[in-house]
C-alpha cells in the first residue's frame, strides 16, 4: 500500500477548520451581503444649516411607520429611506442622535435651508 503524505491531524495554530474524513470546512462563511453592510454606516454631510450625519435605511430593515419632516407624510414600513441627525448639536452629540428623524430621500436631497 502506498504512503499518504497528507497530515492525519490538524497542524498546530490552524485548529480544526475541515471535518473529519469530508473534506469541507465547518465553519463555511456566509456570502457577504452588500446591502446589510452599507446600511449600518453613517456619514456627514456639511450644509448651510449645519453638520448632519445621515444613514441610508434599506427597504428590508424599515419595519415601522415614520413621519418626514420636509413633506409631513408617512415614510412607509417596506420603504427605503434616511436617518438625520445633528452632529454639532448645542447640546451635544447623545442629543442629537436623540432627536434623528427620518426622511424620505428625495426629500432630503431637495430640501429648503429654512429655520424650523
Known amino acids: 500500500m502506498p504512503r499518504s503524505n497528507r497530515p492525519r491531524r490538524p497542524v498546530s495554530g490552524k485548529g480544526s477548520a475541515f ?42 430593515n424599515a419595519e415601522k411607520t415614520y413621519i418626514c419632516p420636509e413633506c409631513s407624510t408617512a415614510v412607509l414600513p417596506g420603504v427605503a429611506h434616511l436617518v438625520v441627525w445633528k452632529d454639532d448639536h448645542l447640546f451635544g452629540a447623545a442629543a442629537g442622535l436623540a432627536e434623528r428623524r427620518h426622511w424620505h430621500t428625495n426629500c432630503w436631497m431637495t430640501r429648503s435651508y429654512r429655520y424650523r
Open 19 to 60: 471535518g473529519r474524513g469530508t473534506g469541507k470546512r465547518n465553519g463555511d462563511v456566509p456570502e457577504l451581503d452588500l446591502e446589510r453592510a452599507r446600511a449600518g454606516i453613517a456619514r456627514r454631510e456639511s450644509a448651510p444649516d449645519g453638520e448632519w450625519m445621515v444613514r441610508t435605511m434599506t427597504a428590508k
